[in-house]
């Protein structure tokens, strides 16, 4: 089974499609932050491998949009041929020159009856009702249920309808799975079934794709690929899918003077699932492939596996230096508060150093988590978190919540007129708007229960909220429009008006709608963000918690230097230049990009500072932090209305308000 190639699209066909598609991420997002954009060749093959795949679509066309921005070259992606089947998905993907990939697992079946294992060959399959002369071939598969983790073996012969063999056993040739597998199986019979049921997998010829991956290298294209597979919600990376290495391998292969690189690509994002958060791409050092593989790749064999396992070895350590990656949720939220506690006073870094901050600790705590000063902190952590969640405050309020006064008074009556003022700006076009955010978050919602029962690597199915929000927005928003522009010109009938009026009514009811909707969007942001800025003057104002402010300032004060002293000690013994890379340098002029790493560069494209470095000096200061308690990262949380209002003059110093 194949599926045919697609012609390459018009230039500018690709350009408007990409400048459609970064409208709607800027709507979105709130932020987008490119970080290593220097490290994209700007001519030659190359193949973007990107990780985590946590936003399903979103992830593309973050990845095009901004290799586009920085380099204006344009990027093919592979992308599932199942996908390339939706409507609206694969009319975009289509003008876009994506290259459709068949997977197996997209055309899986149910299977007649049930199956079980012989006792004396693990490679032998028993079928109980089974069809197997009909059902299955030679090279397909069959897949196990997700109880088992939806394990697959290929076919090599089919005996009979109730007898086949596999290649290896469930799980390759070290049979891990097998004793699983039989546990399976007998607590099936003990439940009265003669085995477990199974799907079947087709086999799937690839040889037309890499042809035409082949070519598109050889003629200098730019190509993505997410090697997971799919996409996914956990906090660590899957399995990556060797096909990357075949692309890059074969194309070289096959063209001797063929130069191909790879370009590791990390996607971070602050809560991807919701609307108007944030999300930095980071790009890494460009990797060639080693001439020895492609030798090893040329003798094929077992040569040929070893040469792919050994490329793909060295995409995943590309990867980990793009990407945050956790072994568990509580690990991920535990460097997350720490990262925040570390921060110092009057500083406010940019996405992307959050990002390199947030792996350096991971890298940090996974070395030394058994040491008996970092699990007391971790402890401390969490204590600090709950006392914080308790007074319904965030992170970054605690140092900023001061003593109750007439001013705190004031500034509260000021910001609850502000948040007044941005209400009634952003109502009209919230109530207008309103059918695309309800029905946007009911079917998002339904698709996400939908994959998430038909995955077995998804947590929650976060990862296709954000895609189907969009999807739901593009279809609904035309229709609700126009329907608004009918009834706008109906009553313009009816009140006899004028006949200009008549014409112009539709045509202006269309433009204004989007700016109106727009508006409000900026409007209800600002709104927003006073909100949040309310909680801890109205805490303030009630009596006796300014002991629990004191008491959770000192704490916070605490953690903080003595995370500091840790990081002091126990830093040089992970990194050798421990003492010369720090995030926060004390100028605050910054150099022009030089095209090269270094301490400080500005980010191309962004005009921000963006730091290479990863830590500061001991706190001898309150210190501010950027996120909330009790761990959902709040850097996307954090308004820009406190950076407007961050700081208030008292009557006898300048202090945080």
């Avoid at 490679?123 to 069809?131: E, Q």
Wanted: a positive charge; hydrophobic letters at 40%.
């Amino acid at each position: 089974m194949s599926v045919s190639m697609p012609t390459k699209s018009p230039d500018f066909i690709y350009d408007l499609i990409l400048l459609f598609g970064r409208t709607v991420t800027s709507i979105f997002f709130r932020e987008i932050r490119p970080r290593g954009a220097y490290h994209i060749p700007r001519d030659g093959p190359i193949i973007f491998v990107v990780a985590p795949h946590h936003n399903q679509f979103l992830d593309a066309l973050l990845l095009t949009s901004e290799v586009h921005r920085e380099t204006h070259r344009r990027v093919e992606l592979l992308t599932a041929a199942k996908s390339m089947k939706r409507k609206v998905i694969g009319f975009f993907a289509e003008l876009m020159s994506s290259i459709p990939v068949t997977r197996a697992a997209d055309d899986a079946k149910q299977g007649s009856g049930v199956i079980g294992l012989s006792e004396d060959d693990p490679c032998l399959v028993i079928g109980y009702g089974t069809k197997f002369r009909t059902e299955l071939k030679p090279k397909w598969q069959i897949m196990l249920p997700k109880s088992l983790n939806a394990l697959v073996a290929e076919v090599t012969e089919v005996i009979s309808d109730t007898e086949l063999r596999i290649k290896k056993e469930f799980a390759g040739e070290s049979g891990k799975a097998t004793v699983r597998v039989r546990d399976k199986i007998a607590e099936a019979k003990g439940n009265g079934a003669a085995g477990l049921e199974y799907k079947r997998l087709p086999y799937i010829d690839q040889q037309e794709m890499y042809r035409f991956v082949y070519q598109r290298l050889k003629d200098g294209g730019c190509l993505g690929t997410f090697p997971e597979g799919g996409s996914h919600d956990r906090t660590d990376l899957l399995p990556l899918k060797a096909g990357v290495t075949v692309m890059a391998l074969g194309a070289m292969a096959s063209n001797p003077s063929l130069k191909v690189r790879i370009v590791p690509v990390g996607l971070s994002y602050f809560h991807a699932h919701r609307f108007r958060s944030r999300a930095v791409i980071e790009f890494g050092s460009a990797m060639d492939v080693p001439p020895e593989l492609v030798d090893m790749f040329k003798e094929g064999g077992s040569n040929k596996r070893n040469a792919c396992s050994k490329l793909l070895d060295l995409v995943y350590e590309g990867l980990k230096t793009v990407t945050l990656r956790a072994p568990d949720y509580e690990t991920l939220m535990v460097i997350q508060a720490a990262r925040r506690l570390y921060e110092t006073s009057g500083q406010h870094p940019t996405l992307s150093q959050v990002v390199e901050l947030n792996r350096r600790f991971l890298e940090a705590y996974q070395h030394f988590q058994n040491e008996p000063r970092v699990q007391k902190l971790k402890q401390d952590v969490f204590k600090y978190n709950r006392a914080v969640r308790d007074l319904g405050l965030r992170d970054h309020q605690v140092p900023r919540a001061k003593p109750a006064s007439w001013k705190t008074l004031g500034l509260l009556g000021y910001r609850l007129g502000l948040l007044i003022a941005w209400s009634n700006l952003a109502l009209p076009g919230v109530i207008l708007n309103g059918p695309i955010f309800v029905l946007a978050s009911i079917i998002s919602r339904k698709k996400a229960k939908e994959e998430l029962a038909a995955s077995t690597v998804k947590v929650a199915g976060r990862d296709v909220l954000a895609t189907w929000k969009i999807l739901v927005s593009l279809v609904v928003a035309p229709v609700l429009y126009a329907t608004y522009a009918i009834l706008a010109t109906f009553i313009v009938m009816k009140a006899n008006a004028p006949l200009r009026w008549i014409f112009w009514t539709p045509l202006l009811t269309t433009f204004v709608l989007p700016v109106m909707s727009y508006a409000a969007l900026k409007f209800g942001e600002a709104g927003m963000d006073v909100l949040k800025s309310l909680r801890p003057l109205i805490i303030a104002l009630f009596p006796g918690q300014q002991r629990s402010l004191d008491r959770l300032k000192k704490m916070r004060v605490g953690l903080s230097n003595e995370l500091n002293e840790l990081i002091q000690e126990l830093g040089p013994k992970l990194w050798d230049d421990f003492d010369q890379r720090r995030t926060y340098a004390p100028s605050t002029s910054v150099p022009a990009s030089s095209g090269k790493p270094g301490l400080w560069r500005r980010k191309g494209g962004t005009k921000e500072v963006d730091s290479q470095a990863c830590w500061g000096e001991q706190i001898t200061q309150q210190p501010v932090g950027v996120g909330d308690s009790d761990f959902p990262n709040d850097d996307e949380e954090r308004g820009d209305y406190d950076h407007l209002l961050d700081f208030l003059s008292s009557d006898n110093d300048r202090t945080p308000a």
